[in-house]
């Protein structure tokens, strides 16, 4: 029987940008997926209690209606995340954090894909976006971090420091990443803690992949030791994933509650900035969307 949490959120929510939601699968890697998680599959959550319950807290926020009708008639989505009453307690469950296939990441991963998970503008728009964002080329003493990197990570064009690490999952395509100069392969879902020195970034990207992190607290903590005061974190997505991957929440709410989503973990992590959202969808409803949710280590922190 469908969920109706899926069409709750879908009339009060809605998707941003109207283009359907497209998997990053082929046919056959799906079928494999499900072919190997047949058997380790959990019970899938049912969502509409947990759900319900959780974005309840904000629906009932005087200001929350009109800021989601308001993001999705201006196609902005910038006031999603101002002025937010997060509750107290952290609002999720174990349940938001499981996948529809929960075998390793490493072997999801094991062969390279060589290939964009977003079309080209929504590429170009994210470059464009990090030209303004980044600190300027060939800055001495200034380090990046591209987290869930490939072999792409949509820098712009000859942009160098003399530090920029990698972390991903699948090494060949590290390897062929031309802009990092270092890498590491680490499932942050089995090992959530960065292996780098506290206060080491200026900024830390993270490219269409906060949505496979089962543990995001727990990296978002480690992003927040690891940058250093005033560094920024950039956490971009579209409506695009291996959704076999992506986590419950995720999969079962649409582009505005995934912005909510990311600015949450930001908060409950704790010694960030309020974070903020961006939409940089380049021509709404005809490719990909992008946005972005954004945030600064505190200074003092
Ligand atoms: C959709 S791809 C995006 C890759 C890249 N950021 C880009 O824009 O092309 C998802 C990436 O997330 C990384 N990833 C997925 N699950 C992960 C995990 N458990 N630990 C670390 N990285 C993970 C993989 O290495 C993979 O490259």
Same mark, same amino acid.
């Given at each position: 029987?469908?969920?109706?949490?899926?069409?709750?959120?879908?009339?009060?929510?809605?998707?941003?940008?109207?283009?359907?939601?497209?998997?990053?699968?082929?046919?056959?890697?799906?079928?494999?997926?499900?072919?190997?998680?047949?058997?380790?599959?959990?019970?899938?959550?049912?969502?509409?209690?947990?759900?319900?319950?959780?974005?309840?807290?904000?629906?009932?926020?005087?200001?929350?209606?009109?800021?989601?009708?308001?993001?999705?008639?201006?196609?902005?989505?910038?006031?999603?995340?101002?002025?937010?009453?997060?509750?107290?307690?952290?609002?999720?469950?174990?349940?938001?954090?499981?996948?529809?296939?929960?075998?390793?990441?490493?072997?999801?991963?094991?062969?390279?894909?060589?290939?964009?998970?977003?079309?080209?503008?929504?590429?170009?728009?994210?470059?464009?976006?990090?030209?303004?964002?980044?600190?300027?080329?060939?800055?001495?003493?200034?380090?990046?971090?591209?987290?869930?990197?490939?072999?792409?990570?949509?820098?712009?064009?000859?942009?160098?420091?003399?530090?920029?690490?990698?972390?991903?999952?699948?090494?060949? @395509?590290?390897?062929?990443?031309? *802009?990092? &100069?270092?890498? !590491?392969?680490? +499932?942050?879902? =089995?090992? #959530?803690?960065?292996? /780098? @020195?506290?206060?080491?970034?200026? *900024?830390? &990207?993270?490219? !269409?992949?906060? +949505?496979?992190? =089962?543990? #995001?607290?727990?990296? /978002?903590?480690?992003?927040?030791?690891?940058?250093?005061?005033?560094?920024?974190?950039?956490?971009?997505?579209?409506?695009?994933?291996?959704?076999?991957?992506?986590?419950?929440?995720?999969?079962?709410?649409?582009?505005?509650?995934?912005?909510?989503?990311?600015?949450?973990?930001?908060?409950?992590?704790?010694?960030?900035?309020?974070?903020?959202?961006?939409?940089?969808?380049?021509?709404?409803?005809?490719?990909?969307?992008?946005?972005?949710?954004?945030?600064?280590?505190?200074?003092?922190?």
């Amino acid at each position: 029987m469908a969920n109706r949490f899926p069409n709750i959120l879908q009339n009060k929510f809605s998707s941003l940008h109207p283009k359907p939601s497209i998997s990053c699968f082929t046919g056959a890697q799906l079928s494999t997926t499900l072919k190997r998680s047949r058997n380790l599959r959990v019970p899938r959550r049912l969502v509409l209690g947990i759900g319900v319950s959780f974005w309840a807290q904000f629906m009932n926020m005087s200001a929350s209606n009109s800021i989601i009708a308001s993001a999705r008639t201006k196609g902005s989505v910038q006031q999603i995340l101002e002025n937010v009453e997060w509750p107290e307690q952290f609002p999720f469950k174990d349940e938001d954090f499981q996948r529809f296939d929960e075998s390793s990441d490493l072997v999801f991963y094991e062969s390279p894909r060589f290939v964009t998970h977003i079309d080209d503008p929504a590429i170009a728009a994210l470059t464009k976006y990090y030209k303004e964002a980044f600190p300027p080329s060939n800055t001495p003493g200034v380090a990046l971090l591209d987290m869930c990197s490939s072999w792409v990570s949509h820098f712009p064009v000859g942009y160098k420091q003399e530090r920029i690490a990698g972390m991903g999952l699948n090494e060949e @395509e590290l390897k062929a990443n031309k *802009v990092l &100069t270092e890498y !590491v392969v680490q +499932d942050l879902n =089995t090992n #959530p803690k960065l292996p /780098f @020195e506290d206060n080491s970034f200026d *900024v830390i &990207t993270n490219v !269409v992949s906060v +949505d496979y992190l =089962t543990k #995001p607290i727990q990296v /978002f903590k480690e992003m927040h030791r690891v940058l250093k005061p005033g560094g920024k974190a950039i956490m971009s997505f579209s409506n695009r994933c291996f959704w076999t991957k992506a986590i419950s929440i995720w999969t079962s709410t649409g582009d505005a509650d995934h912005v909510m989503i990311v600015g949450a973990y930001f908060h409950y992590a704790g010694g960030f900035e309020p974070p903020q959202a961006v939409d940089i969808s380049p021509n709404p409803g005809r490719s990909d969307p992008m946005y972005i949710v954004h945030s600064r280590k505190l200074a003092t922190a």
